[in-house]
């Protein structure tokens, strides 16, 4: 058996704050990573930390939750795959790593999840919808749900500081690049376009739970 790593952040930034309060939950974010001591932690997110809806396919570094002297609470689960669903998960990763550019963030998704429920859109993602996809797992599930079904499985609860690699060298994180306002807003609408356009063009696929 291979594993794969589940790991549970309650994020310290505003917006996830704000996830919290809405949805009641002890964590906002979740994100996959091949290794007890991730230095890559694979997830849908934010891209930069100035540009909030601007998000997508992303490879987070633990730079991104240690930022300005801080630390962020995570829980880690340990999920055992058989070879087929391991290669399987390697593969999605690959290739969404070469796709990178064409992978968007779904807010259609995310504001249906509040209602509990989710909504389809080809090659858009969020955070938990990822997870899900990656792992197998078809239908609806929160974030309490998607915990508790790998609580089994802990191996670690604290500080990301306490499991997460800092990357070495001086190369720069691109999360901290500061974009402009404009790049923001280009990219910001042009996101939500192809999201609205794959949803409407797309096989048609109900929110659904």
């Given at each position: 058996?291979?594993?794969i790593y589940?790991?549970?952040?309650?994020s310290n930034?505003?917006?996830g704050?704000?996830?919290?309060a809405?949805?009641g939950?002890?964590?906002?974010h979740?994100a996959?990573?091949?290794?007890?001591?991730?230095e890559?932690?694979y997830?849908?997110s934010?891209?930069?930390?100035?540009?909030?809806?601007?998000?997508?396919?992303?490879?987070e570094?633990?730079?991104r939750?240690?930022f300005?002297?801080?630390?962020?609470?995570?829980?880690m689960c340990?999920?055992e795959?058989d070879?087929e669903?391991?290669s399987?998960?390697?593969?999605i990763i690959?290739?969404f790593s070469a796709?990178?550019e064409k992978?968007?963030?779904n807010?259609?998704s995310a504001?249906a999840y509040?209602a509990g429920r989710?909504c389809d859109?080809?090659d858009?993602?969020t955070?938990i919808?990822f997870?899900r996809?990656?792992?197998?797992i078809d239908?609806?599930?929160?974030?309490e749900?998607?915990?508790?079904r790998?609580a089994?499985?802990?191996v670690?609860?604290?500080?990301i500081?306490?499991?997460?690699?800092?990357?070495l060298?001086?190369?720069p994180?691109d999360?901290?690049?500061?974009?402009?306002?404009?790049?923001?807003?280009?990219?910001g609408?042009g996101?939500?376009?192809v999201?609205l356009w794959?949803?409407?063009t797309?096989?048609?696929?109900?929110?659904k739970k």
């Amino acid at each position: 058996m291979n594993s794969i790593y589940i790991i549970f952040i309650a994020s310290n930034y505003r917006m996830g704050k704000a996830i919290r309060a809405a949805t009641g939950a002890r964590y906002n974010h979740v994100a996959l990573s091949f290794s007890p001591r991730p230095e890559c932690m694979y997830s849908f997110s934010r891209k930069h930390l100035s540009t909030p809806f601007v998000g997508g396919f992303v490879c987070e570094r633990v730079t991104r939750y240690t930022f300005g002297g801080q630390d962020t609470d995570v829980r880690m689960c340990r999920v055992e795959l058989d070879e087929e669903m391991y290669s399987r998960a390697r593969n999605i990763i690959a290739d969404f790593s070469a796709r990178q550019e064409k992978l968007k963030y779904n807010y259609l998704s995310a504001g249906a999840y509040l209602a509990g429920r989710r909504c389809d859109v080809r090659d858009c993602y969020t955070c938990i919808d990822f997870v899900r996809y990656v792992l197998g797992i078809d239908k609806f599930v929160t974030f309490e749900e998607l915990e508790c079904r790998f609580a089994s499985g802990e191996v670690y609860c604290g500080p990301i500081s306490g499991v997460a690699v800092p990357p070495l060298g001086d190369e720069p994180d691109d999360y901290f690049r500061r974009p402009g306002h404009f790049w923001a807003l280009l990219h910001g609408t042009g996101d939500r376009m192809v999201m609205l356009w794959r949803f409407v063009t797309g096989p048609f696929v109900k929110s659904k739970k």
